[in-house]
């Protein structure tokens, strides 16, 4: 945007002109010639500046302004301000040019078309205005908002010298102007026309303290007269009249000013509040430039030296890292994604025989690797399992989460019984094993470590520790919460686990699991800690992952925080943000950062982290996102060195066929399948025996609702069995901690087909049902 016209004579002239007047000028003759000076200088700047003391001055004078002076004051009203000011339209669209037009105290303003540029107009209203500002203001229409100065606030920004904004008791306009000056110039008119208002007297404003208060006691007099009270009992009843409206005008000129005050506190907090996020939001954008102008840079440099390209894209990514990472060396994964050595590193992903467009199994990773470790998990049996969900067997209602909330303000939520369309077909103890989607990582580590490369054990370790997010992503459906001592059991022998899962405690709610493959181990705990933010819910894991091979090594790590965003309005969407420390009993630990998607970021889940040794030297670098991929680069003392290029860890498997509006992965899809031989085989606690589960995925609503609110109504009573003693079956609390082991006997009873110790949790509830 063009700066307006500036002349500092003519500014310093007009300042004085409307310095005087303020000043209350012992003639409005000297007023007159003031201005009129400052007029031959700069005609149209003396039309728009206006000082702002102008009112405060006289308003503290004991005296209204005379008659001269106000209609002096009133012709001023009679002024055209025009110019185009950047106005903030909301996040999405940022800060927009917009034609505003001050005329006879209301700002006007219009969409412009194009990049027109346009300088600021002052013309008298009784002048007939320019041939272009005539034109243009015809081309724009109609305006699109009214601003009343008289009622309206207007305030400067403290952190940008270019912005102000204007409240109108309804809502607040924030403007950028083109420089400094030009700020200053609009604040100057519009507050010279706002205080132009307030120099009217106003019969029904309240005065100040020192004001007289007028009462007529004549209805009073005449009434007491009638009574025939005397003289001096009529004077003091006037009186005694007279000082009590006094207290309570005084009262009221205080509450008046409390008011103003609560006001314009508001006006600040909110002007403050948006100028604070406008910083951010400007930072974010200015550091995005700069790292976008950096990567240019770094992309032509390394046309010519590629040795030069990995050096700056280490520089790059420690800048990336918490302040005590900082001699970790990361890679940053935008670099890295949008460079060739993406495209090389995928060429690399090599399919085994067992990986079609269906079924993905282990992938390689390295040229040259041992064939036990690039087809690992290929010795294992094919099962075939379903492929998609049953076809449903009733039309589907949607139901408004607001409508939910509304409807039940003010009451327990954890009594409120939600439809089952807010829950997908899966329980949380099927949630747990989901995390083992690609235990094959974990297959890999083990054969690794049994060659002797413990650095790439950590690096599958870590891939693992990722992988489990990204089924998340584009879940929008919450899993069902298991009841107490319901239990789901996964024997996967095409993948080599076997793995079980219970609900060890209602409150808090504590999910255990237990998982065995091929020369390793995993088992943990999981407790969410929820904190509700209106728009959005906070889940902090509590509890602690361990996984442990054969030969004695231990990596223990904790999940990071997953937040779900616009509960009430917009796409609903979850992202995954903190630090996750996986700790190992041996030669080497891990460090993953999941970096907190922004409003403008165009690259979000980013993964950045290292493998260190035990004198804490990062020897290898991880980077990716979590719901695609991940990639490692060893950093060796060369930058020629063998293995220094970046390599492919972990891909996501391609999404099924069959999509349905729960976003179940083709994994997923197999969790909660029945056959007949397997129903047989299971105890009466198990999750694909749960009724209202059962019939969400079938498709039948309406059952599937009613069961659900028969199994809550049962699952109220847990709180009881618990307090009188309930233990889990499987698992046992270990002394003076909070983590659950198992104690081992579910594959054998299953042997047997002995479940006489497993309740029937799904049935209905006896009326004589004890819980001793």
């Not at 669209?93 to 002052?122: A, C, E, I, M, Q």
């Not at 976003?663 to 397997?678: D, G, V």
């Not at 606690?685 to 749960?690: E, G, I, K, V």
């Not at 003693?725 to 054998?748: A, H, Q």
Request: proline share 4%; charged share 30%; glycine share 6%.
């Amino acid at each position: 945007m063009p700066p307006p016209p500036s002349s500092s004579s003519s500014s310093s002239s007009t300042a004085t002109s409307f310095r005087s007047l303020s000043n209350r000028c012992h003639s409005h003759e000297e007023s007159s010639s003031s201005s009129s000076s400052s007029s031959s200088l700069n005609p149209h700047r003396n039309n728009r500046h206006r000082s702002v003391r102008s009112s405060s001055a006289i308003e503290s004078n004991s005296r209204l302004p005379s008659i001269r002076e106000t209609q002096f004051l009133l012709s001023l009203q009679n002024k055209e301000i025009s110019g185009i000011l950047q106005k903030w339209v909301n996040y999405g669209k940022g800060w927009r040019p917009r034609f505003f037009l001050l005329d006879d105290g209301v700002l006007s303003y219009y969409k412009t078309n194009g990049h027109h540029h346009h300088h600021h107009h002052h013309r008298k209203k009784n002048t007939p205005p320019g041939e272009d500002i005539s034109r243009w203001i015809s081309r724009l229409g109609n305006p699109i908002g009214e601003i009343h100065l008289k009622v309206s606030s207007i305030k400067e920004s403290r952190s940008d010298d270019k912005r102000f904004s204007i409240f109108t008791g309804t809502k607040t306009l924030h403007l950028r102007a083109g420089s400094r000056e030009e700020r200053v110039e609009w604040m100057e008119a519009l507050q010279a026309v706002k205080d132009l208002y307030p120099r009217i007297p106003n019969s029904g404003e309240l005065t100040g303290n020192g004001g007289l208060v007028v009462v007529s006691t004549k209805r009073l007099r005449q009434r007491l007269m009638d009574e025939g009270l005397s003289e001096e009992a009529i004077k003091e009843s006037e009186q005694i009249m007279r000082d009590e409206f006094s207290l309570l005008h005084n009262h009221l000129v205080v509450l008046k000013q409390k008011q103003a005050l609560l006001v314009d506190t508001l006006r600040q907090l909110e002007s403050e509040k948006v100028d604070l996020e406008d910083t951010v939001v400007d930072e974010s954008q200015r550091q995005h430039e700069n790292m976008s102008g950096l990567r240019q840079q770094k992309s032509a440099e390394g046309s010519a030296s590629g040795s030069d390209d990995d050096h700056d894209r280490h520089d790059a990514a420690e800048e990336e890292t918490d302040d005590e990472d900082d001699d970790d060396e990361f890679l940053d994964t935008q670099d890295f994604l949008s460079s060739s050595s993406f495209k090389s590193a995928e060429s690399e992903f090599q399919k085994t025989p067992y990986d079609s467009d269906e079924d993905e199994g282990p992938l390689d990773i390295e040229d040259g690797m041992d064939s036990c470790i690039k087809f690992v998990g290929s010795n294992y049996p094919c099962v075939m399992r379903r492929k998609k969900l049953p076809d449903p067997v009733e039309k589907e209602k949607g139901v408004s989460l607001w409508s939910m909330i509304k409807d039940n303000i003010g009451k327990d939520l954890t009594r409120v019984c939600l439809p089952v369309y807010f829950n997908e077909p899966i329980s949380s103890l099927q949630k747990c094993f989901e995390d083992l989607e690609y235990s094959f990582l974990l297959d890999r580590a083990y054969e690794f470590g049994k060659m002797g490369n413990s650095l790439m054990r950590a690096l599958n370790v870590a891939a693992f520790a990722v992988s489990g997010y990204a089924s998340t992503d584009g879940r929008h459906c919450k899993p069902f919460n298991p009841l107490l001592g319901e239990t789901y059991e996964a024997d996967y022998p095409d993948k080599g686990i076997r793995f079980i899962s219970e609900k060890v405690s209602h409150h808090p709610m504590v999910v255990a699991c237990h998982c065995e493959g091929r020369g390793w181990k995993f088992w943990g705990e999981s407790d969410l800690k929820s904190k509700f933010w209106g728009r959005s819910i906070q889940l902090d894991p509590v509890g602690t992952l361990t996984l442990e091979f054969d030969d004695g090594e231990i990596f223990q790590w904790s999940k990071v925080t997953t937040s779900i965003y616009n509960l009430i309005l917009g796409k609903l969407y979850c992202d995954h943000y903190g630090t996750m420390k996986i700790q190992g009993n041996q030669k080497y630990s891990c460090k993953l950062k999941f970096k907190e998607q922004s409003l403008i970021d165009r690259n979000p889940h980013q993964v950045l982290g290292g493998v260190q040794d035990k004198n804490g030297k990062t020897v290898a670098s991880l980077f990716g996102k979590w719901d695609d991929s991940m990639h490692y680069k060893i950093n060796g003392g060369s930058r020629n060195a063998n293995g220094s290029e970046p390599h492919l860890l972990w891909k996501r498997s391609k999404p099924s066929k069959h999509l349905t509006r729960y976003n179940l992965t083709r994994f997923a899809i197999t969790l909660n399948e029945l056959t007949p031989e397997l129903k047989e085989k299971l105890p009466s606690t198990d999750s694909r025996l749960r009724p209202d589960q059962r019939c969400l995925e079938n498709g039948e609503y309406t059952k599937a609702n009613e069961e659900k609110l028969r199994l809550e109504q049962r699952q109220r009573q847990a709180r009881k069995m618990q307090e009188r003693g309930w233990k889990p079956r499987w698992f046992v609390k270990e002394k003076g901690g909070e983590s659950y082991s198992y104690i081992g006997g579910y594959w054998e009873a299953k042997d047997r087909g002995n479940w006489e110790s497993c309740p029937d949790i799904f049935g209905q509830v006896p009326t004589d049902q004890n819980f001793d």
